[in-house]
């Protein structure tokens, strides 16, 4: 897959190069392409930014190097490349963006600098995707982001393939506890199922803690997901948990209650022996 990025610093795809993600790189399975629009101005000063019509703060990003650095890419790869505009005011990315993506043959990710981007700048592009809801220097942090998601969906990439299948955001839940060696680190085991080999019944307890996951720490997840029978009999068990733990609690409560009332009373009636005697 090839990733064309439009981006007036193009030294920091730089850091795309290491990891799994350099090594397919190399390998030429993916393709990373920077296009600066500095080498579209036509001005002695190489001027890629102007002030906004109207006034007001900072500096826009003018059409024309942009839109001339996509033209020439397209005239370059012999065709239209699927364009995305990274901007704050986008649709959020996440891992089913990441997988529509990976499905292209190329993506070109078009990085704002400045206050953001000429409004002509976005009749030219197919969508418009954004980070979260907060704002960036500039859009390459966002691109290093979504070269990184989608790249690591492209067939080949990564060296397990189930990796990207049995892990958070995959089926809309997120992954399970995970453990690696050592089985005990300062008296803290790992669950002793992980270590029993019987994979059937691993499998249910990674489920099942799945769900547990998903369902307290993204209640907003939980609520979509599509749950089949096992899933609504392991929420049971959950259920079942929670409401022992409930009635634990409350029974230690109460315990703790009788013991403090049956202290006091001792004391109490150790001062009345003394103020007696
Ligand atoms: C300082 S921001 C400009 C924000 C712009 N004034 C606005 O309010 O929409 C400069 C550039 O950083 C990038 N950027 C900032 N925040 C981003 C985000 N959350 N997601 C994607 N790109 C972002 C965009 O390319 C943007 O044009």
Known sequence: MRFEIVTLFPEILETLKVGLLGKAIESGLVTVAAHNPRDYT??????????????????????GPVIEALEALDATRGGPTHRVLLTPQGARFDQATARR????????LICGRYEGFDERIRDEVHEEISLGDFVLLGGEIAALTIVEATARLVPGVLGNAGSAVEESHSAGRLEYPQYTRP???????????LLSGNHAAIARWRRKESLRRTRTRRPDLFAELQLDKLDRKLIAELDAEAAAEVAADAARDTTHEAANEAAEDTSDATADERSES
């Open 42 to 63: 036509t001005d002695r000063h190489r001027s890629v930014d102007d002030a906004p019509y109207g006034g007001g703060d900072g500096m826009l990003m003018m059409p």
């Open 183 to 193: 089985a005990v680190f300062r008296g803290r085991a790992v669950p002793e199922i």
């Open 101 to 108: 993506f990976a499905t292209l043959p190329s993506l070109t």
